[in-house]
């Protein structure tokens, strides 16, 4: 059975950080594409980043609008993925969801999702 379960999220003022955690079981991360996702109310769940390997090399997209101020990472043996979010604008406000993906994972579509997490909430104040 897989489970991720997110966590780091809160609340911070607009150009502030966050990091999300992502603790993976029944799945390993360094053999699948892990993805983020963000939800605001009203709006479509998104693709925010995906961290990916194959043959050696790793790959990496990001959502425009969060490119150069995100960055996912992960850790092996703590089977966890991480998001760290900075320079943090009040439309970064939504519920943070992690994913494990297939397919053509790094389109960061949610139709490629296979699991996700419960998701975690960031809240940014102008």
């Known amino acids: 059975q897989v489970q991720l379960v997110e966590s780091g999220g809160g609340s911070v003022q607009a150009g502030g950080s966050l990091r999300l955690s992502c603790v993976a079981s029944?799945?390993?991360?360094?053999?699948?594409?892990m993805g983020w996702f963000r939800q605001a109310p009203g709006k479509e769940r998104e693709g925010v980043a995906h961290?990916?390997?194959?043959?050696?090399?790793?790959?990496?997209s990001y959502a425009d609008s969060v490119r150069g101020r995100f960055s996912i990472a992960q850790d092996n043996a703590e089977n966890t993925v991480y998001l760290q979010m900075d320079a943090l604008q009040p439309e970064d406000t939504a519920m943070y969801y992690c994913?494990?993906?297939?397919?053509?994972?790094?389109?960061?579509?949610?139709?490629?999702?296979?699991?996700w997490g419960r998701g975690n909430q960031g809240t940014v104040s102008s």
């Open positions: 029944g799945v390993t991360v360094s053999n699948n594409c």
């Open positions: 961290w990916s390997h194959r043959d050696g090399t790793y790959y990496i």
């Open positions: 994913a494990v993906l297939s397919g053509s994972c790094g389109r960061l579509l949610s139709s490629d999702v296979d699991w």
